[in-house]
């Protein structure tokens, strides 16, 4: 019994530390209807500076959290509602989310340059002095973190229901359009909200991280701890949301006593705000359609059958020329492009054409290659297989949240994505824990695709079939159907359809080509485990997929490019990388502006090339290159890469 | 026994009650009028009717069934459609995929691979639109985007039509051919119900008129009845019994928007 109290104990502590998150990600989420998904980020930012100033720079710990939580978070608040979010949460919720993403990535990118990774700790506050409560000993670190919730709880309350800029706060909630007719001022809310938002992160880092270690990806995760505690309150009711937070903390606190210590259920301790935040959203109620919104999206040009045609041979031309052209250890990052390129294929289904975002886009890409690693001699059937188990686990995600749209959807394709990663991939029958699985080349009508320059054309070609698939689907029923649906739901429900499954269907077809990509990328690398499917994986595709164009294959092409050079640039042409990150940053803050991403500024700029520079060079073009520019000069791989993602542009354009 | 009956519904937002115990029919063949000042509830109303809202109160029967618990597609798929006072067509698509996408909703999975463009530029033509075919559903005029409404929702062959302020963005001329086309859906046995605020045609085509205020009905008749009712012209105007008399319904159209 007294171990049962010593571990409640335990966890209303962690639970308060969880509680001041959740609160700043609830208060930034109802004033601006922005769901900060690097909230986490910006409280493990922030602890790291709270580290530095204490340890590295020697100042007093008093001084170091007045100048982290009172200057520098206020500070990156205020600047990120001004300069990157404000406006973001009249948009469509793909966008806000993908902006909230760059930023998670960007932060993390941001810290380990800072902060190189070595071990540091980062110690709790008096470490060493405690009490006996009730034959239990309580720290004062965890006295401290209690004290900080109960004091921010209070100061919310004060603030929300006893000064004028909370009312205004609590007014935007409901109606900033109103506000504004009120004389009320959204922006100011918006930036203060956003200001104690941040600081209520670096505190909850500043708290947690002697728990959780102070570590990149750990703290920024914790914004699933606190989206879970806030799902309680439905996103909406502070109280509810520091409840919901004490009971995740207890029930982590009960998993870590009472969960046996070995086997698969050791492993489920990791995930288990994941796993509640599954619970809430199962029991959540219906959404209702929500009538009178925003219609008609001006989406990228969509090109005519005989242009898609010749941009897909071109493609195929100019992937043969290179793969033939690079060195051998090259060819085999054409085909991790095109596993990308896939990925985002299925991205520009799901979020492009049906509006929908997943965060777990690589994970069924690690299902497919799971799946296709278990064959032995796999071939096309074999390859179909593992596309559809794939696309049974996209089914599966799906069902739990058919009720749902949006936000919950998304993020709870994020809770997945992190139970399959730490669980799943881990366990005996899938790649074991640090394990990996042999994978066989893929053979057809019984000739095996030994040869990497052949392998990865077939993948260009696996890409090139599957977009021009997308497009044919997009021109017919089914992309008028989901065109209609993003526009106007309740017209769509009140003409007679069931969103519910056909939502369902199109998230398992959207899984099945990442399933497939997933297949593929198994047999190119011979042996895949889980550390190529990381959860993080699935949040890179989605953010490069919309910040290059989910709304166009071209899109998806680029993307893939981009995130197959990310990590080599990094490793060979640092400063290369970083005009990529600049080019993905800016990108990002530009879908504010058009969703369509990147590509479409590409339509926009051949449009105009080809309506007012060069009104007759098209026709000469024509005359030249009969099947788009194919003989593209090939130099050194990377190089050559951009000029083939470029000559596509040009196909486009010249078709 | 009425094809579409709404039995004591009532719909609480929060502490507001926007209907109270509201009830009316609507009857195959027949066009039946839903009047009231603003914030009165009838699109409320018509939430209730097409699954959109849950009534706090009270059923919902449609053809001699309870259809109160069923979601919106099913009840659409039974015959029910709607337009929306405010605009809910696909602003990205054209006029013409927009009638063909509620065709392809209303025939299922088959439907998508016939081809049947001759129905829906027939719909177009009969709510008088087919020159707009080929434009995009933001870019087209307000009065044409409620017709396009109309036209989609005729695509999927509905018993019971609920019109939400179908005539706002229309001229005379339109409004008269748009009233002919009324009367002659009803005259093919279709059940009209209709939320307007063109007070001439309201008088002009309907056969029954409920009035609503506060959520309340606190009148129901033919025309002449309701022209001739005293609460219907103090909710309207807030006249008293005494001066009212100077005032007809032409009278009404201009407090209204």
Known sequence: MSSLFAYTLLGLFTGAAYAIMASGLVLTYTTTRVFNIAHGAFGMLLSFVFWDFTQRQGVPTWLALILVLGVVAPAIGWFIQRFVTRGLGEGPVSVALVVTLGMLVALIGLAQQLWPPEPRALLPFYAGTSWNVGGTYVT??????????????????????????????????????????????????AALSWMIGISLAALGGILLAPVVLLDY??????????????????????????????????????????????????????????????????????????????????????????????????????????????????????????????????????????????????????????????????????????????????????????????????????????????????ADFAFKFNGTLAAQRLSILGMRIGSDTSYVWFMVLAFVVLALGLLLLRRGALGRLLIAMRDSPSACGTLGLDM?????????????????????????????????????????????????????????????????????????????????????????????????????????LGRWTGGKVAPGLEGRLQGLLPRGGGAEPAATGDVVLEADVESTMVIEKVG | MALLEVDEVVVRFGGVTAV?????????????????????????????????????????????????????????????????QRLEAFGSLTVRDNVRVAQEIHGGPLAWFGRSRGGVDMLLDRVGILDYADERADSIPTGTARL?????????????????????????????????????????????????????????????????DFGRIIASGTPAEIRADADVQRAYLGYSESDESAHDTSVMEVVTP
């Open chain 1, 217 to 426: 990806y750990a703290l920024t995760l914790l914004v699933i701890n606190a989206y879970a505690a806030a799902m309680i309150g439905k996103l909406k009711s502070l109280p509810m949301t520091f409840a919901g937070a004490m009971i995740l903390g207890i029930l982590e606190s009960y998993a870590v006593a009472y969960l046996p210590k070995d086997g698969i259920l050791n492993s489920v301790r990791a995930v288990i705000p994941a796993l509640f935040l599954f619970v809430i959203v199962v029991a959540m109620p219906q959404a209702q359609l929500r009538i009178g919104q925003v219609k008609g999206i001006v989406t990228a040009p969509l090109p005519t059958m005989r242009r898609s045609l010749g941009s897909g041979a071109g493609l195929l031309v100019v992937a043969f020329v290179l793969i033939n052209a690079v060195a051998p250890n090259q060819v085999l990052l054409i085909g991790v492009a095109a596993t990308y390129a896939i990925v985002m294929l299925s991205l520009v289904l799901l979020t492009g054409y049906g509006g929908h975002v997943s965060l777990a886009q690589f994970t069924f890409a690690g299902i497919g290659a799971l799946t296709y690693a278990k064959l032995d001699e796999p071939n096309l059937f074999g390859l179909a297989v593992a596309a559809l188990v794939a696309a049974g686990a996209g089914a599966l995600v799906a069902l739990p949240v058919l009720r749902l749209t949006g936000l919950y959807l998304a993020l709870s394709t994020m809770a997945f994505a992190v139970l399959m990663d730490k669980v799943i991939f881990n």
């Open chain 2, 148 to 212: 396009l409404e109309l036209a989609r929702c005729l695509a999927s062959d509905p018993q019971l039509l609920l019109l939400d302020e179908p005539s706002s963005g229309l001229d005379e001329t339109e409004t008269d051919a748009f009233g002919e086309l009324l009367v002659e859906l009803a005259g093919e046995g279709c059940a009209v119900l209709m939320v307007e605020h063109d007070m001439d045609l309201v008088m002009s085509v309907c056969n029954d008129i409920h009035v609503l």
């Open chain 1, 500 to 604: 519910r499954w056909f939502r369902v269907g199109l998230f398992a077809l959207s899984a099945g080509i990442a399933g497939l990509a997933g297949g593929l990328f198994a047999g190119l690398r011979g042996t895949v485990g889980a550390a190529d499917f990381l959860y993080f994986q699935s949040l890179l595709v989605l953010l490069l997929a919309v910040v290059f164009g989910a709304t166009s294959v071209t899109g998806a092409l680029l993307g893939g490019t981009a995130l197959m050079l990310l990590p080599e640039f990094q490793a060979s042409a640092p400063e290369m990388a970083g005009l990529l990150f600049v080019v993905i940053g800016v990108g990002a803050v530009l879908l504010g502006r058009d969703p369509n991403g990147l590509a479409n500024y590409l339509f926009k």
């Open chain 2, 20 to 84: 109270n115990e509201a009830a009316f029919t609507a009857d195959r063949g027949s066009i039946t009028g839903l009047i009231g000042p603003n914030g009165a509830g009838k699109t409320t109303c018509f939430n209730v009717i097409t699954g959109l809202q849950k009534p706090t109160k009270g059923r919902i029967r449609y053809r001699d069934r309870d259809v109160t618990g069923w979601p919106v597609h099913k009840r659409a798929r039974h015959g029910v459609g709607r337009t929306f």
């Open chain 1, 140 to 189: 004062a670190h965890q006295l401290i973190t209690l004290l900080c919730a109960i004091a921010v709880a209070f100061g919310l309350y004060l603030l929300l229901s006893r000064t004028r800029i909370g009312t205004a706060m609590r007014a935007s909630v409901d109606n900033p359009e109103l506000l504004k007719l009120f004389g009320g001022k959204p922006d100011r809310v």
